[in-house]
């Protein structure tokens, strides 16, 4: 992996790099958009751009990377890797990005950083960079050849469920009546569609229905803007123009956060908000399957009128012999429900769960901690981030 120089190196300059790298991918994304602004309409999201959030998430994923190998330089972060590329395939990622990324990462570094930027430091981050790529693109490369493609695939939509005032399902088949490939309970496909100044931005939802039945069905909450955080513009299009008959262009599934095949282990699935999505076809296959061990199912939402997918949530749970639901309200909490945020308290966590969590950061980091607490090993506690990871940047700072 890293060599003996280059580590050395990269230890020594890691925490100028780290205090400086929020200022190089400001200087990076610059560059990279105004030498090519077609990947700014249809390759990244405006959206995290606007915000920042996709700048925090580079720079927490190279610190992240770079932090590993000078701590353990004979290994990779196969798991850090392995989301990432996932992510990268889901958008149709293909290795000549990768020197694009190179030339326009290493000019911001060399800006910013100015004289520090030694040829012995140039050459042991330029090996840290593509050591990372090289990575990236060999587990990149596996996922296309089992997907059996890099493109995405025109979908008709064939229904369209409004679940609450701000959330929609939309259920699709192949435009062109061909076979549909399965998918992982938990796998997310990435849905591109063209706006109205021409942009075709692309954006990744979870499946929320059960593996196996032939179709892909997503579910989309509107985005409303806040603060910084413009509003959705992938979402609201989809609310306000996609109808039954339209079509679509999705990718194939992707996504590591899935339920191990066959375990007959307790589980923990813990979710709120719009994170049910994955939950909802986790259970689905879970009952599919007859899973018979404990399943604790958690869920927090503003309000019951707010709980998008509740009925599937509380079928598919219905059918599990062992299914224990703890649902929690902010308010308008009905009987058998309670009010609050999520507490696991009172909720059973038997020796050797595994936990799933997908939802706001705030509440996967609560969850973490209290299921840490009752003993389960942090290994066994797994989650999904919907946009960029910016809890593997927080834990990187």
């Known amino acids: 992996m890293l060599s003996e120089q280059s580590a050395a190196t990269v230890r020594a300059t890691l925490p100028a790099v780290g205090a400086a790298i929020g200022e190089i991918t400001d200087r990076f994304y ?12 249809n390759l990244f ?3 995290n751009q606007a915000s920042g959030a996709q ?6 994923s190279i610190a992240a990377f770079a932090g590993h190998l000078v701590k353990h330089p ?6 850090m890797l392995s989301r990432i590329a996932h992510k990268h395939a889901s958008l149709g990622v293909a290795p000549e990005h990768y020197p694009v990324v190179h030339e326009h990462l290493f000019a911001a570094i060399a800006e910013v950083l100015g004289e520090a930027v030694t040829p012995e430091v140039a050459a042991a981050w330029d090996e840290v960079y593509w050591l990372m790529a090289n990575a990236l693109m060999a587990i990149e490369k596996r996922l296309y050849e089992e997907s059996g493609t890099t493109a995405r695939r ?11 005032a701000d959330v929609v399902t939309f259920r699709l088949r192949p435009a062109d009546g061909g076979p549909v490939r399965d998918f992982r309970a938990g796998q997310y496909v990435s849905v591109q569609v063209e706006l109205p100044d021409g942009a075709r931005q692309i954006r990744q939802y979870s499946l929320s229905g059960a593996p196996g039945d032939g179709v892909r069905q997503f579910t989309v909450k509107r985005v409303q803007g806040a603060d910084s955080a413009p509003d959705g513009e992938v979402s609201n299009h989809l609310h306000a123009r996609v109808r039954v008959g ?15 095949a066959g375990a007959e282990t307790p589980l923990l699935l813990a979710s709120a908000g719009i994170g049910v999505t994955p939950m909802v076809a986790m259970l689905a296959d879970l009952a599919a399957r007859g899973h018979g061990a404990p399943v604790a199912v958690v869920h927090g939402d503003r309000s019951p009128a707010e ?4 009925a599937d949530h509380e079928l598919y749970a219905g059918k599990l012999p062992e299914a224990a639901v703890h649902f929690f309200y902010e308010r308008d909490a009905e009987p058998g429900t309670r009010t609050g945020l999520v507490d696991l308290a009172d909720v059973a966590v038997p020796a050797g769960t595994r936990a799933y969590l ?3 950061l705030p509440f996967m980091r609560a969850v973490r901690a209290q299921l840490i607490d009752k003993g389960v090993a942090p290994a066994d506690i797994h989650y999904e981030v919907f946009g960029p990871d910016l809890w593997l940047a927080q834990q990187a700072a």
């Open 74 to 79: 004979d290994e990779r972060p196969d798991v």
């Open 55 to 60: 700048k925090q998430a580079l720079a927490g």
């Open 154 to 164: 025109p979908w008709e939509v064939v229904e369209r469920v409004e679940e609450t």
């Open 358 to 360: 997908c939802g706001p």
């Open 246 to 260: 339209d079509v679509l262009d999705l990718s194939e599934p992707y996504g590591d956060l899935v339920l191990d």
């Open 307 to 310: 709980h998008a997918l509740r």
């Open 30 to 41: 610059a560059r990279l958009f105004a030498a090519h602004p077609e990947l700014l309409r």
């Open 45 to 47: 999201n405006r959206g």
